[in-house]
């Protein structure tokens, strides 16, 4: 497999159940949301969490895997979250129709990247 460019996003996010998503502005960056029969989810750059939220974990980075990835592509989340937990580091991923989005603790951030650039992924500091 070639080697996969992961690019820093310089974003905080936070992770959050939200009553209902009336306070999400989409057009924003980063915002992903999730629903389920038993919660409504939102992962969001700290600074938009809407009013509503009804619990929030804030403090988490993120990378995305650079591009557009191939439907057929298989294992690509899976090596980087089993690399990163080989390392002791814990991941909230997030997956779009383009790519795969990897968050971390701030307190590991650095530390994931060192990782999976000793990994031989190509990293992309943020801009």
Same mark, same amino acid.
């Given at each position: 497999?070639?080697?996969l460019?992961?690019?820093?996003?310089?974003?905080?996010?936070?992770?959050?159940?939200?009553a209902?998503?009336?306070?999400?502005?989409?057009?924003?960056? *980063?915002?992903?949301?999730?629903?389920?029969d038993?919660?409504?989810?939102?992962?969001?750059?700290?600074?938009?969490?809407?009013?509503?939220?009804?619990?929030?974990?804030?403090?988490?980075?993120?990378?995305?895997?650079?591009?557009?990835?191939?439907?057929?592509?298989?294992g690509?989340?899976?090596?980087?979250?089993?690399?990163?937990?080989?390392?002791?580091?814990?991941?909230?991923?997030?997956?779009?129709?383009?790519?795969?989005?990897?968050?971390?603790?701030?307190e590991n *951030?650095?530390?994931?990247?060192?990782?999976?650039?000793?990994?031989?992924?190509?990293?992309?500091?943020?801009?």
């Open positions: 497999m070639e080697s460019v992961l690019e820093a996003l310089g974003v905080r996010f936070s992770v959050c159940k939200v209902d998503f009336s306070g999400v502005d989409l057009s924003q960056p *980063f915002c992903f949301t999730g629903t389920t038993e919660e409504r989810s939102l992962v969001c750059p700290e600074g938009l969490v809407p009013d509503n939220v009804v619990e929030r974990d804030d403090g988490w980075m993120g990378m995305r895997i650079a591009g557009q990835l191939n439907f057929s592509l298989i690509i989340l899976a090596r980087i979250a089993g690399i990163l937990a080989e390392n002791g580091i814990s991941i909230f991923a997030v997956s779009t129709f383009n790519t795969d989005y990897i968050l971390t603790r701030e *951030f650095a530390r994931a990247l060192a990782v999976l650039k000793g990994a031989g992924y190509t990293v992309l500091e943020s801009r």
